[in-house]
């Protein structure tokens, strides 16, 4: 009896999403495989090995492992002159709101009966979509929240840029104003195509539409796979973190576990954008009902943060200005089509 | 250096992006099937060509004595020691720069090169082989338990450098 109680508190979707599944949790190892699988993937396209001798069966898996381990005992220098309280809680908020978003992101839908989670269906039972949703947080504007959600975190990291007071992150802070105003129009643009075409700023609506988004409008997926990059910071647009000409940008004068939570923010802030890009554009768990659904959208989220991890070794870094025109010249009027794209071909699709 | 290629700008949007999709593609190619060229060193080991000019033995009983070595070497890494009535070279590896003076020159072939290169030490005093130490062949693989595969490079058209097993 007590056992089937904990059990009902343990899977409550407010309290499983954020913390265990595809929260905290699951995050910790999700980010420990994707930065191997990062220096892997680099490591065979440069024709090396990579990570390899930290324990040889796992392909060197452990090294991450040892990393944290010895970024946790290392000592968190906070310099003489910053605010230290701004300075200290920069990394916490970045990483703090990286993973807010996925709270208001839907992974499944959760059947009448037959699933572990049916015990939720009419607790979490959107009236609005008239579906029962896998969701910490229900609101029939989830793809609106989640955007703006994610869109926060480009502010905290000027904070930090600013309160470190440090050149190179006074430098990276203004690289990071001028591209989050470029990646943010890129990704609001692009999702609004899709919100007009799905007729809906709810992702269970646009999931269970039929059609996935990257077929029914593969401009915005394009854009917004790009936005992502931008606003994550994965190469090519490494360019407010660039670790060969701005130490590590606003992260300059961090270390130990601040150092890790500031690293560990934009690859959250990565996944996050990866589970929407999983659930808009990808299908999200459309086959699939309860628990396996849920599961089913994290893997493809995870294949999306492991492509867009993949272009490192692909790419070199932009400069600032070729980031600038190129997502202004190019990726913007690609956005605009995409609206009209969404408004073309809305009415066929209900 | 007058003429440098320009690549004209603004191109066709599309062929850019088809430029950006094939680089893509290609990163993908090689993470399906790569090809490494790193030696992965302590467990395989490069087969050395003949006449590797690496650590020198001296076959003791062949020497004559004869100081030429000591006098030809130019690091001043080879010095006489009286042993017995008998001369013999000894060798200093922290001064050696492995020219092989010392081996081209000796009239009796009491000096050989072996094709040892990656002995290590753990003082200075240890890199002076006094007639003794320096008998013996260096050619034995460190005592242990890791196994050495010897390797042979080879270049492959495709593939680009290759390492198969040698023997």
């Known amino acids: ?350 | 250096m007058d003429k440098v290629k320009e690549y004209p700008k603004g191109e066709n949007p599309f062929k850019l992006f088809a430029d950006h999709l094939a680089a893509v593609g290609t990163g993908l190619k090689y993470l399906v099937k790569p090809t490494r060229i790193t030696l992965k060193y302590p467990e395989e080991a490069m087969t050395l060509p003949t006449g590797y000019r690496g650590m020198i033995r001296l076959y003791k009983d062949v020497c004559i004595g004869c100081t030429l070595c000591a006098m030809v070497c130019p690091a001043d890494a080879m010095k006489m020691a009286t042993e017995e009535g008998k001369k013999l070279p000894m060798i200093n590896y922290g001064r050696c720069v492995f020219c092989g003076f010392c081996v081209d020159i000796c009239p009796v072939d009491a000096l050989k090169e072996t094709g040892v290169h990656d002995a290590a030490f753990s003082n200075r005093r240890e890199l002076v082989f006094d007639p003794d130490k320096f008998d013996k062949d260096y050619d034995e693989l460190p005592s242990g338990e890791i196994l050495i595969r010897k390797v042979k490079t080879r270049i492959d058209e495709k593939k680009g450098v290759i390492h198969e097993p040698d023997q």
Do not use: C
Request: hydrophobic share 55%; proline share 5%; glycine share 8%.
């Open chain 1, 1 to 350: 009896m007590w056992l089937s109680s904990i059990a009902y508190y343990f899977f409550y979707p407010s309290f499983f999403i954020p913390v265990i599944f595809p929260g905290l949790i699951f995050i910790l190892i999700a980010l420990l495989f994707t930065i191997w699988a990062e220096r892997k993937f680099a490591a065979k396209v440069q024709m090396r090995f990579g990570p390899f001798y930290a324990s040889k069966r796992l392909g060197g898996f452990l090294q991450l492992v040892a990393d944290m381990i010895k970024f946790a005992f290392s000592e968190i220098i906070v310099p003489r002159e910053v605010n230290k309280t701004l300075f200290i809680l920069g990394p916490i908020l970045i990483t703090g709101f990286s993973l807010v978003p996925i709270s208001v992101i839907p992974i499944s839908s959760i059947p009448q009966t037959g699933s572990i989670l049916s015990p939720y269906y009419g607790v979490f039972h959107d009236t609005y979509s008239s579906l029962s949703l896998f969701s910490a947080v229900l609101t029939p504007y989830s793809l609106a929240l989640a955007i703006a959600l994610t869109s926060v975190v480009s502010v905290l990291v000027i904070l930090t840029a600013w309160v470190t007071n440090n050149r190179f992150a006074m430098i990276s802070g203004i690289r990071e104003g001028y591209l989050s105003v470029s990646y943010d129009a890129l990704i609001t643009i692009s999702i609004i195509g899709i919100a007009l075409e799905f007729h809906s700023l709810d992702i269970s609506k646009i999931v269970t539409a039929g059609i996935p988004g990257i077929i029914a409008n593969p401009l915005a997926a394009i854009v917004f796979l790009i936005g992502m990059l931008m606003g994550s910071s994965r190469f090519p647009f490494d360019i407010t973190e660039a670790d060969s000409e701005l130490v590590t940008g606003p992260y300059t004068e961090y270390s130990g576990l601040l150092f890790v939570m500031t690293m560990a923010g934009s690859y959250i802030l990565n996944f996050a954008y990866s589970l929407i890009f999983a659930d808009v554009f990808l299908g999200g768990w459309t086959p699939l009902t309860g628990f396996p659904g849920a599961l089913l959208t994290v893997v493809k989220a995870m294949i999306v943060l492991l492509l867009s991890v993949f272009m490192r070794s692909v790419y070199g870094r932009y400069r600032i200005d070729q980031a600038l025109r190129g997502s202004w010249k190019y990726v913007f009027p690609a956005a605009l089509a995409s609206v009209i794209l969404g408004l073309v071909v809305g009415p066929w699709i209900r």
